[in-house]
């Protein structure tokens, strides 16, 4: 996979390019970009969205002014792609779910039916993971962002029918 600093350089580079000018990506955009990577978005499919922006520019008189603009076409092909995988797995052994008699904390926080010592060891990845963006964000983001992700971690692990911890990490950038 590509490297957190990688992908943000990237996703920036792009913005940058497609405004013809300097741009300073805000707390809200370091937001999308680190959710985008710990969900493991393709730099592909942000391109797409770049490309699709590009041309709805050309109708538009004002240019965009946050990477917000970009969040609706992703998320949209990001859910069109995972349909299409969870079409194709259908013959597939289902997943591991967890039990339906969950007690009602864990109906509104859907960590909490995570065993403690699988939550910290998630929670430690993504903090590995994510902390290339950690000082770029207001700490409210920041938690928004990291339980985001901590949840994604969770749905990957729950996919792999809860055979294994969390996948192994990587070394974190330390720079942007």
Same mark, same amino acid.
């Given at each position: 996979?590509?490297?957190?600093?990688?992908?943000?350089?990237?996703?920036?580079?792009?913005?940058?390019?497609?405004?013809?000018?300097?741009?300073?990506?805000?707390?809200?955009?370091?937001?999308?970009? /680190? *959710?985008?990577? #710990?969900? &493991?978005? +393709? =730099? %592909?499919? $942000?391109? @797409?969205?770049?490309?699709?922006?590009? !041309?709805?520019?050309?109708?538009?008189?004002?240019?965009?002014?946050?990477?917000?603009?970009?969040?609706?076409?992703?998320?949209?092909?990001?859910?069109?792609?995972?349909?299409?995988?969870?079409?194709?797995?259908?013959?597939?052994?289902?997943?591991?779910?967890?039990?339906?008699? /969950? *007690?009602?904390? #864990?109906? &509104?926080? +859907? =960590? %909490?039916? $995570?065993? @403690?010592?699988?939550?910290?060891?998630? !929670?430690?990845?993504?903090?590995?993971?994510?902390?290339?963006?950690?000082?770029?964000?207001?700490?409210?983001?920041?938690?928004?962002?990291?339980?985001?992700?901590?949840?994604?971690?969770?749905?990957?692990?729950?996919?792999?029918?809860?055979?294994?911890?969390?996948?192994?990490?990587?070394?974190?950038?330390?720079?942007?």
């Amino acid at each position: 996979m590509t490297s957190a600093r990688h992908y943000a350089r990237e996703i920036e580079s792009r913005w940058t390019a497609l405004l013809e000018r300097p741009a300073l990506l805000g707390e809200r955009d370091w937001s999308l970009i /680190c *959710d985008w990577y #710990a969900r &493991g978005i +393709p =730099l %592909a499919l $942000i391109g @797409e969205a770049f490309d699709a922006l590009a !041309e709805s520019m050309r109708r538009r008189k004002r240019p965009p002014r946050s990477l917000a603009v970009l969040a609706p076409s992703v998320e949209e092909a990001w859910r069109t792609i995972r349909q299409g995988r969870s079409r194709s797995a259908e013959g597939a052994e289902a997943p591991h779910r967890a039990p339906q008699d /969950c *007690d009602e904390p #864990a109906a &509104g926080d +859907p =960590l %909490a039916r $995570i065993p @403690e010592e699988l939550r910290d060891r998630l !929670e430690e990845s993504v903090d590995r993971d994510l902390a290339a963006f950690r000082d770029r964000m207001r700490p409210e983001i920041w938690e928004t962002t990291r339980r985001r992700a901590l949840i994604s971690a969770a749905r990957r692990w729950l996919r792999r029918g809860g055979k294994s911890g969390p996948a192994a990490a990587r070394r974190a950038d330390e720079t942007f």
